[in-house]
C-alpha cells in the first residue's frame, strides 16, 4: 500500500551493529504496529503503538525497541543485532474504528550477517 | 491464549481447479476475520474480511469466505484458480470490540497454480 512507506527496503549488517527501520504513513491512522515475517511462522507481533504516547510490546519484543516520533512515524531498532533477527519485517497501521483493518507496508528485508 | 491454525502449508494446483483452504481459530468469543494474500515479493493485502451479518463473504478476485461459528473455521475458497493467484495466504483473527486491535496470524498457506 504505497500510503504506508518503509525504509530501507533492504538491508545486510553484522552482528552487533545497531539498526533502525522506519515507517511512515499518509492515512491519517493512530495505531500503528510492526511485525517479523519468518517462513512457516506466519507474522509476529514485535510492538504495537495506538497513540504517540502509548507503546505495547507484542509478542516477540525483546532485543527490539521502538520509537513513534509523530503520529506518522514508528521505528523500529535493533540495538545489537544477531542473525536470528534476519526476517522480512512489516509496518502496519490501522485506525480507531470498528473495522480496524490493518494496512500493511512493502516490507524490510534485513540480514543480519 | 487465542491462536489461529492453517492445516495445510503448501497446497499445489492446476489451473482451473477449486480452492479451499482451512482456518480455524482458538477464541471463544466474538471475533473480527481476516484474509490476506502476499503475491511473490510484495507485502500482504487485504482479501477479504468477516465482522458481522452474512457469513459467506465475498473479496476481490473471485474469492470468498464462509464463517461457521460452530466450527470456529473461516475456510477460503474459490472456484477456479488461476495461476496469478500464486502467493502466500494467511488467515488472521482479532476479538471484537477488545481494547487492543492485535492481530493473530495463521502460519500461512503458500499456493502454487501451475498452467
Known amino acids: 500500500d504505497a500510503d504506508v512507506t518503509q525504509t530501507p527496503r533492504n538491508r545486510i549488517t553484522k552482528t552487533g551493529k545497531r539498526i533502525m527501520l522506519e515507517c511512515s504513513q499518509t492515512?491519517?491512522?493512530?495505531?500503528m504496529y510492526w511485525y517479523r515475517q519468518d517462513p512457516g511462522l506466519g507474522l509476529r507481533l514485535i510492538y504495537y503503538s495506538f497513540d504517540v504516547k502509548d507503546i505495547n510490546k507484542g509478542e516477540i519484543s525483546d532485543g527490539y525497541s521502538v520509537s513513534r516520533q509523530a503520529q506518522a512515524k514508528f521505528s523500529l531498532s535493533l540495538e545489537s543485532a544477531i542473525p536470528n533477527q534476519t526476517a522480512l519485517y512489516f509496518c502496519?497501521?490501522?485506525?480507531?474504528?470498528?473495522?480496524?483493518?490493518?494496512?500493511f507496508g512493502p516490507g524490510t528485508r534485513l540480514l543480519v550477517l | 491464549a487465542q491462536s489461529v491454525s492453517q492445516h495445510n502449508h503448501h497446497v499445489i494446483l492446476s489451473e482451473a481447479a477449486s480452492l479451499e483452504l482451512g482456518c480455524n481459530y482458538s477464541y471463544g468469543g466474538t471475533v473480527n476475520l481476516f484474509w490476506y494474500v502476499q503475491y511473490p515479493g510484495q507485502h500482504l493485502q487485504l482479501l477479504l474480511k468477516y465482522f458481522s451479518g452474512d457469513p459467506l463473504v465475498k473479496g476481490i478476485k473471485g474469492f470468498e469466505a464462509e464463517f461457521i461459528k460452530s466450527k470456529f473455521s473461516f475456510n477460503l475458497r474459490k472456484p477456479s484458480v488461476q495461476w496469478s493467484d500464486t502467493a502466500e495466504y494467511f488467515c488472521a483473527v482479532n476479538k471484537y470490540g477488545g481494547a487492543t486491535n492485535k492481530l493473530i496470524f495463521g502460519t500461512g498457506t503458500l499456493l502454487a497454480v501451475q498452467p
Open positions: 492515512k491519517g491512522h493512530d495505531r
Open positions: 502496519a497501521t490501522s485506525s480507531v474504528e470498528r473495522e480496524e483493518t490493518q494496512y
